[in-house]
């Protein structure tokens, strides 16, 4: 069962970034997954970047129905799933027209040659085959391998039906891969082993399809050597690979443990936030109850229940429901009860594009609810920092009796990332008390407030601690019902205290790079890796410019201002029309540039790069003139 | 030896001055629920009355014991989420008609389907009081109110068929000023396991005075209300008429001209609510309207024992979570 190996050449390489693309029923994502473990396992850091369409099964062969998975492995550390590809592996015409611009020149196109006939040109609307283009012959190195057909032969001796041998080609496409980059097959043979376990015909039909592939790398001829990238170098531990989602989700979990309480989580489905419910409600014997309310209301009110009972209570959704937990999310934050609300973010607005990324609700998050409404907002920067965002969101949210919300996104949710695992050991514990019981002699003040402004945590069943919550200002201290304008402004100002407080116990914002000269780069949430590397490669080419990246949004760190007015030129480079930059000029009179997109896809290191030298060559052009 | 201290009504009042209009009828819902709290025997502390936002729902502010006034219509989603997590708590759900029924419709359907064990009192005055006097989704069609000059042309819903629909466990009504019934049907409520719905008849004295006035003034109630006994016939207006099954529906009968067995008995622990969706159908004029307990059928599991026991399973099952387990569970690498 061992991985085979090749005889042909092998040229060393830092790094590949390659694109699977085909229908949306032809196993790209799994094909895109099982490259990334392996390659991981490999040794080499890993980004990933998962495209999908909404429709479960959008017309098949068409090009709304193309689904991609793009994947960087390097021998070096790496931070986004990269701009331009090495490789293209298309099984169809409509995957090869909507991908192909993304190929580098010289770089290796695939192609299922048994995909591309008449009936798939005209649902994918070309008029002729787009493999006989000229051009393409002198722009790329060209593949076209008979996967359909190879797939049938190698899985006959298992009398399977055309229709379910047809269906292991994605595997013959991965044996292709594995031998191109020199990957082991054990890994996605362990796989199949597991996942098929039940079915062992249809285990072995894709073992023999997966070593077919592999076959056909080693004897066709179109193929004179293959690609290995080696190990790289990451801090010394053990790592897994992990998706954002995922790590969102373990993260509550460990929040939970290292705080001795157990998880509540009150949602309703969405995409593409569902995966964190999938995945916490494996774990109820971790003390984790799941509840799949009627609708996102009940999701967050269900939350706010939980919370006022004692528990770790969390609430997840994207845009559109977030909108609609609005006036909950107002509740929590009056009644000043711990909670984490996690948005992962989508395209909007409206429905939007559900499967696609964007930034677009950081103002929602900060403002979106009525009345003077602040909660905390933290961002993680990439799919394994979610874990660590989760912890910390509820070490806040208790440390300060207030509802914490993340922004996460659809490309940090879906997208994967090696993971140095922690022990539970190194997570530090969150303190948690509850005020005990009394016998009613003082009467018990269910505002008053500690050296956080936060108030206590008093639970139903404590006697003597009886008292009444709600969405009516209340009087400081006794928390009972006020309509008095002066307490009012006493309530909004300590609420408002309490969140910006903050700011004096987060650390002071990191920059990478000096910390005063030409240009910064400013960036929020999923967009980190991209503007890190871009940032990188500035440097390295001379240009003054230094990077500071926020996981703090609100309150940001108490040394923002400064940072900003330490360099010439500001850029905020976000995946929306401007909300960072709109929050950094009223807040600091400072003013910045935009460098904005929303197209439902991620920054790609050249635009930023590009964005950055301009403004770079500018002040440079500037002092030159000023010299003269 | 310590036993409980014995609690009276005045231990269940909070500090707080009442603030509804005065001869409003959800002083007396208020003084019957202090009065029966004591005798259910259970402590102040673990008892938690959440609502939504209308009249009714200043109650939580009056009573001494855990309390939350939350934002319209969506109490019962608070006490999904507190009573799955604290299953021994004994948790009220205070509304009203628009609250549970308009802007909480959803809510309510599925807080009932789910068979949490709860207690929804949902006080039915047919009107928008704290808004100042809209109509309802209860008030009757034609009814003339502030936001409908010519006549309401809605449908009114019933709360009780709405509770059947959803296949709630424990549906009953009762009426603010017939104080005796409505202690005994909050007590018939507290002790149910699973989800209880009572609808209370309730006078709003300033937008909507009398509408109810058939089966709240004693002197019409005997020839418009029936009394519902489990067990025993439906009868009414001093007994000279009773309520006969005939074929899918329910009509009334002299109970001098027929036998005694033709009359319809009442079966609050029948599993299938369909005669108690035809008697919630029993509608002033043309039919007297049944209070008490049109149903309460035991034994149905509650959603918070078996999201509780799902945990429990899992854990037996499984062990105690580890999660550096977890963490390296599945495929690893290591760096030197």
Not at chain 1, 103 to 116: P, V
Not at chain 1, 165 to 178: E, P, Q
Request: aromatic share 8%.
């Amino acid at each position: 069962m061992a991985s085979p190996k090749t005889s042909k050449d092998v040229q060393s390489v830092s790094g590949i970034t390659v694109r699977l693309a085909g229908d949306s029923g032809d196993g790209m994502q799994l094909l895109g997954t099982q490259l990334t473990n392996t390659s991981a396992l490999a040794g080499n850091d890993v980004a990933t970047f998962p495209d999908f369409p909404a429709e479960i099964r959008a017309p098949r062969g068409t090009r709304a129905g193309v689904s991609g998975f793009q994947v960087q492995f390097a021998s070096e550390e790496i931070f986004t799933p990269g701009d331009t590809l090495d490789a293209l592996v298309v099984m169809n015409p409509a995957a090869m027209v909507t991908n192909l611009d993304d190929l580098r020149h010289g770089g290796i196109l695939i192609a299922n040659e048994d995909g591309f006939n008449e009936k798939e040109f005209k649902l994918a609307k070309v008029d002729s085959n787009p493999l006989d283009a000229n051009v393409l012959e002198e722009t790329y190195r060209i593949i076209k391998v008979p996967m359909t057909k190879l797939t049938r032969e190698a899985v006959s001796e298992f009398g399977l039906g055309t229709k379910v041998a047809d269906r292991c080609k994605n595997f013959f496409a991965m044996g292709l891969v594995y031998w191109l980059f020199g990957r082991s097959l054990d890994p996605t043979l362990r796989f199949i082993q597991a996942k098929f376990s039940n079915k062992p015909d249809i285990a072995a039909a894709n073992e023999a399809a997966l070593r077919a592939g592999w076959a056909f790398g080693e004897t066709t001829e179109a193929f004179g050597e293959s690609y290995q990238v080696e190990a790289a170098e990451l801090k010394p531990g053990i790592y897994r690979n992990i998706m954002g989602n995922q790590a969102l989700a373990w993260g509550l979990i460990a929040a939970s443990k290292v705080s001795d309480k157990d998880l509540f989580y009150g949602t309703y489905p969405i995409t593409p936030a569902s995966d964190i419910l999938h995945e916490l409600t494996k774990y109820k014997h971790f003390g984790v109850k799941t509840f799949q309310a009627e609708d996102e209301i009940a999701a967050v009110c269900s939350t706010i229940g939980a919370a006022f009972g004692g528990s770790m209570a969390v609430t997840a959704s994207s845009g559109p429901g977030i909108a609609l937990k609005a006036e909950g999310m107002g509740l929590g934050m009056i009644l000043e009860l711990p909670m984490i609300i996690i948005n992962v973010q989508r395209g909007g607005p409206s429905t939007g594009l559900p499967t696609k990324t964007e930034q677009s609700d950081l103002l929602q998050g900060m403002y979106g609810r009525n009345g003077e409404a602040p909660l905390p907002v933290l961002a993680p920067r990439s799919p394994a920092d979610c874990f660590d965002i989760a912890v910390e969101a509820w070490r806040l949210a208790v440390e300060c009796m207030v509802p914490v919300m993340i922004l996460s996104d659809g490309y940090i949710a879906n997208g994967s990332e090696p993971w140095k695992i922690p022990t539970m050991s190194e997570i530090a514990p969150i303190t948690i008390s509850h005020p005990e019981g009394t016998d009613e002699s003082e009467p018990f003040m269910p505002y008053a407030r500690d050296e956080y402004l936060a108030r206590p945590w008093a639970i139903p069943g404590t006697p003597g601690l009886m008292h009444r919550v709600g969405g009516l200002e209340k009087e400081a201290g006794s928390g009972n019902v006020s309509y008095d304008p002066a307490n009012h402004q006493h309530m909004t100002d300590m609420r408002a205290a309490k969140v910006a407080k903050i700011a004096e116990r987060i650390p002071k914002q990191d920059v990478s790079g000096p910390e005063t000269g030409d240009v910064l780069v400013v960036s929020w949430g999923g967009t980190y890796g991209a503007c890190h590397t871009a940032v990188s490669r500035c440097r390295t080419d001379g240009h003054s410019v230094s990077h500071a990246h926020l996981r703090y949004l609100n309150p940001m760190p108490s040394n923002i201002g400064e940072l900003l007015r330490s360099f010439k030129k500001v850029i905020v480079a976000e995946l929306n029309s401007g909300q960072l930059r709109l929050l950094l000029r009223a807040e600091h009179l400072v003013d910045c540039i935009g460098v904005n997109k929303v197209q439902g896809k991620p920054f790609t290191v050249t635009e930023l790069v590009a964005a950055i030298e301009q403004e770079s060559n500018a002040i440079k052009d500037d002092s030159r003139l000023k010299a003269c | 030896m310590s036993t409980l201290p014995v609690l009276k009504p005045a231990d269940f009042a909070s500090d707080q001055d009442v603030r509804w209009c005065p001869g409003c009828g959800d002083y007396s819902i208020l003084a019957q629920m202090k009065k029966v709290l004591p005798d259910l025997g259970f402590p102040r502390e673990k008892t938690v009355f959440i609502s939504g936002i209308g009249c009714s729902s200043r109650f939580p502010y009056y009573m001494n014991t855990y309390g939350m006034h939350s934002i319209h219509g969506r109490a019962p989603t608070f006490a999904t989420g507190l009573k799955t997590t604290r299953p021994e708590l004994m948790v009220w759900v205070i509304t009203g008609d628009g609250d549970a029924l308009s802007i909480g419709g959803n809510h309510f359907i599925h807080a009932l389907r789910r068979n949490l064990d709860i207690n929804i009192v949902l006080f039915n005055n047919r009107i928008y009081g704290l808004t100042k006097g809209q109509y309802s989704p209860t008030s009757v069609e034609g009814q003339i109110t502030k936001s409908t000059p010519m006549g309401s042309i809605d449908h009114p819903l019933s709360p009780l068929s709405v509770a059947l629909a959803a296949e709630a466990t424990f549906v009953a009504r009762s009426i603010d000023a017939h104080v005796k019934h409505l202690g005994e049907t909050l007590k018939r409520a507290a002790s149910h396991k699973g989800a209880s719905l009572v609808e209370v008849y309730q006078n709003c004295n300033v937008f909507n005075d009398g509408a109810m006035a058939y089966a709240q003034e004693r002197k019409q109630r005997a020839d418009n209300v029936v009394e519902l006994e489990h067990g025993k016939p439906l009868i009414f207006a001093n007994g000279t008429k009773g309520i006969r099954l005939v074929g899918t529906h329910l009509e009334i009968v002299n109970t001098a001209d027929v036998p005694a067995d033709d009359l319809l008995i009442h079966d609050e622990k029948d599993p299938n609510p369909s005669i108690h969706m035809m008697m919630a159908r029993m509608s002033y004029p043309a039919m007297p309207e049944p209070i008490g307990v049109l149903r309460s059928v035991e034994g149905v599991p509650t959603y918070d024992d078996q999201i509780n026991d799902q945990v429990a399973t899992a854990t037996e099952n499984k062990g105690d979570g580890d999660l550096d387990a977890l963490f390296t569970s599945g495929d690893t690498w290591t760096v030197e």
